[in-house]
């Protein structure tokens, strides 16, 4: 005290000025951050329901707030995956969850408040389902306990309504406006309400009543929106609500009721109605502040005539903060122009800034693109084009493989001489998976200009390898073997452009895969890989360090392009080809199969495909595969999400297995080769033990054929591509030797 009391003047004023300074400090900063955050405008999403409008509606300029919307937003076909059948119930429900889902009845009830259900109070019947109370002004999803149960032991514990428990966290609010109800059917259908749903089954405010609908007894509709009290509802909800959800109807309600006009009515009736949304399309952004807000147009139903030519992308459109013209892209599709429905509740909740996590979407990106409805346009056309050719040609290319199979057979049981006839046919076999990837290079959309280049490439490719061959019996093999390995591995590092429009590869509008390589090519590259090289061995064979190095490289080069995540991301592959390689290359190596050596092979085996896990699992979220995203699920649920993966994959080639036509291929193959081994007598069998080296490529093509078949979802697939050339290899090496043996010379 008597040192406090010491102090000069000069120094008190100097110690209260510091204390005041610091105090200043702590103060301030939160006053400015308290101002700034008043002064920030609150972020909104408004969600608008625009069912079966197609893509050509967009392109139609006198719809000139549609075409402006799409044309100078960013848009992307949107692909309409649900864990059952594509209808609005359950894409509704996906939506909501942010992962593929359901909603078991066939429409779910949504309820406002003075609303009834068979004289009964809805909200009363949803506390007594539930024991949940809702609030004044909540809207309720009354089977929400049906939809929860539906989805109890989804994948990766889907949970509809995720989304809106989201936002909740956040402590923003959601609303659905519109209904597609038809009164006159008593049928209510209010199912993209679902989007806006909590988990709970409540929707924070709104109306889905029947006051929204206008009734004309002349109109060919009966029940019609009213517009005016639609956007009167979104004008009071407006401020008070974060994320809207807006079903105008009308165009559910003429499909729904398609079969009862003509021709003539209905097309009418469809363009009143394009009118009103392009109206309604251009009151919202007119009142809509876009400077904070983003406006989505999303199509989840293609008209019925359609999804008969198998048009099965739905669209959806953004305009609003950040929302350039451009197209939409997300690490789920790695695909311009395509996403999921799962990608939306991620996307609109980074908007929102609410933390939201989906082992199956994620936040969507934008790629600036001019002229970006032409050039959607032209990727829709080109997918659907190559989904309706590929059952077409598929079948196809397996009928004349097993019409091959047979003649080869018939002929050399039965006709020896004129068995060398058909020495080209398995060349033609081996040389269709590179000429479906060729054929990617052309933008072709007619189905008979493609068939004609089919075929003359085909012919090329075979005439080619014989061309080139300095040795007639292994060099057109080697040729077309390698040539294909070349060609996937190198559009897979450049993109995957060529297998995105391939008929062997996956389909984008089928969604069992985006990006990488998919089973069928992952069957044609081990396949390839494994017959090629040990043809290659097998021409050089007084080149011991070259064919061992050129083994290595190739082993390696395949597999590192099908285990990277950011290349082939094919888990399934890549261990079926590591599996394979390391067997055909110990044969190669002349080393006997021993239980040690197979203890080394599985240690080698099981820590390379931890490492591809973790190195996948390492990288950002946005930017895993979806091996990366199971190893997220695995840390989030544990064995639950193993023991579902497992129960899948099963499930899927128990599925298969029973039903597509590349179980002919691979049961018609095995047989083939099984009668060729004891028939004729003793040819197959000297042919292997003449040629080891062709002999270790057989039996690794085999056991890669039979991994591929247990280790992948559709292994049936994978494993009837991975036979293909080894079979074919076979039977053009029995015919070489046929038509080579002495009988045959002579005459």
């Not at 995956?81 to 779910?108: D, F, K, M, W, Y």
């Not at 639609?230 to 499909?255: A, S, W």
């Not at 996948?616 to 649920?637: T, V």
């Amino acid at each position: 005290m008597h040192r406090f009391y010491g102090l000069s003047n000069g120094k008190i004023k100097t110690a209260v000025l510091i204390l005041l300074f610091f105090l200043l400090c702590s103060i301030v900063p939160a006053e400015v951050q308290a101002g700034a955050k008043s002064d920030q405008k609150q972020r909104k999403v408004i969600v608008v329901i625009c069912d079966y409008l197609t893509i050509d509606d967009l392109n139609r300029t006198e719809l000139s707030n549609i075409h402006d919307f799409f044309s100078k937003g960013s848009i992307a076909l949107l692909n309409t995956n649900t864990a059952g059948g594509r209808n609005r119930h359950n894409i509704a429900a996906t939506i909501s969850a942010g992962q593929v889902a359901l909603s078991p009845t066939a429409e779910p009830l949504v309820f406002g408040p003075r609303e009834t259900i068979n004289g009964e109070d809805p909200m009363v019947l949803f506390t007594a389902r539930t024991g949940v109370l809702p609030e004044k002004g909540n809207l309720i999803v009354l089977d929400i306990p049906s939809i929860r149960l539906a989805n109890k032991s989804a994948e990766g514990g889907t949970q509809p309504g995720a989304l809106a428990d989201a936002l909740h966290k956040k402590g923003l609010n959601t609303a659905a406006i519109g209904n597609s109800d038809t009164p006159s059917e008593f049928k209510t259908n209010r199912s993209m309400a679902l989007i806006a749903m909590d988990s709970r089954g409540i929707i924070d405010q709104g109306n889905v009543s029947e006051e929204l609908l206008y009734y004309d007894p002349d109109d060919p509709l009966g029940y019609r929106t009213d517009y005016s009290k639609l956007e009167e509802i979104f004008l009071e909800l407006q401020l008070q609500t974060d994320m809207v959800v807006i079903d105008p109807g009308d165009l559910v309600r003429l499909e729904k009721k398609r079969e009862q006009f003509s021709e003539k009515v209905y097309e009418q009736e469809r363009e009143n109605i394009l009118r009103e949304y392009d109206d309604f399309l251009g009151f919202l952004m007119q009142n809509t502040d876009l400077s904070s807000s983003i406006i989505l147009a999303i199509t989840t139903t293609p008209i019925d005539g359609n999804s008969i030519n198998n048009r099965f992308f739905g669209l959806i459109g953004a305009r609003g903060e950040g929302m350039e013209e451009g197209l939409l892209t997300s690490p789920t599709t790695r695909q311009t122009a395509i996403i999921t429905l799962t990608d939306i509740a991620p996307s609109i909740a980074s908007y929102l800034q609410a933390p939201f996590f989906s082992t199956n979407g994620r936040e969507w990106e934008i790629i600036p693109e001019k002229n970006n409805l032409s050039l959607m346009q032209n990727i829709q056309a080109r997918t659907v084009f190559t989904s309706y050719l590929r059952p077409l040609m598929v079948k196809g290319y397996v009928f004349v493989h097993l019409l091959v199979i047979a003649a080869v057979l018939f002929f050399m049981f039965f006709d020896p001489q004129k068995a060398r006839y058909l020495i080209a046919l398995p060349l033609a076999l081996l040389a269709v998976p590179l000429t479906w990837l060729l054929l990617s290079l052309l933008p072709i959309t007619n189905m008979w200009l493609y068939l004609l280049l089919f075929v003359v490439v085909a012919i090329a490719l075979v005439l080619f390898s014989l061309l080139l061959a300095r040795n007639r019996n292994f060099d057109p093999l080697i040729i077309l073997c390698m040539a294909t390995v070349f060609g996937i591995l190198l559009d897979t590092v450049t993109g995957g452009y060529l297998q995105k429009y391939a008929v062997l590869s996956y389909d984008p509008m089928g969604g069992a895969r985006y990006y990488g390589i998919g089973n069928e090519y992952m069957g044609v590259l081990l396949g390839a890989s494994i017959i090629g090289i040990s043809l290659f061995v097998h021409r050089l064979q007084n080149h011991t360090t070259l064919k061992y190095l050129l083994i290595s490289i190739i082993f390696i080069s395949v597999l590192v392009v099908l285990g990277s995540p950011w290349w082939g991301s094919n888990f399934g592959g890549f261990t079926s080809s590591l599996i394979a390689f390391i067997f055909t290359f110990l044969l190669l190596l002349r080393i006997q199969i021993r239980p040690r050596n197979i203890l080394i092979m599985m240690g080698v085996v099981g820590l390379l495909c931890v490492g591809v896990f973790i190195l996948d699992y390492m990288r950002p979220p946005e930017l895993r595969s979806h091996f990366g995203q199971f190893a997220a699920s695995i840390y989030q649920s544990g064995f639950s999400a193993i023991k579902e993966v497992v129960v899948r994959k099963v499930s899927m080639n128990y599925k298969l297995i029973k039903s597509t036509i590349w179980t002919r291929v691979l049961l018609g193959s095995l047989l083939a080769l099984g009668i060729l081994f004891y028939r004729p007598v003793g040819i197959f069998r000297s042919l292997l033990t003449k040629n080891p080296a062709i002999a270790a490529g057989f039996s690794g093509s085999i056991l890669g054929a039979f991994m591929a078949l247990v280790l992948n979802d559709s292994g049936i697939v994978a494993a009837a591509t991975a036979i293909i050339f080894p079979s074919a290899t076979l039977f053009y090496l029995v015919l070489r030797e046929q038509a080579m043996s002495p009988s045959n010379l002579d005459s």
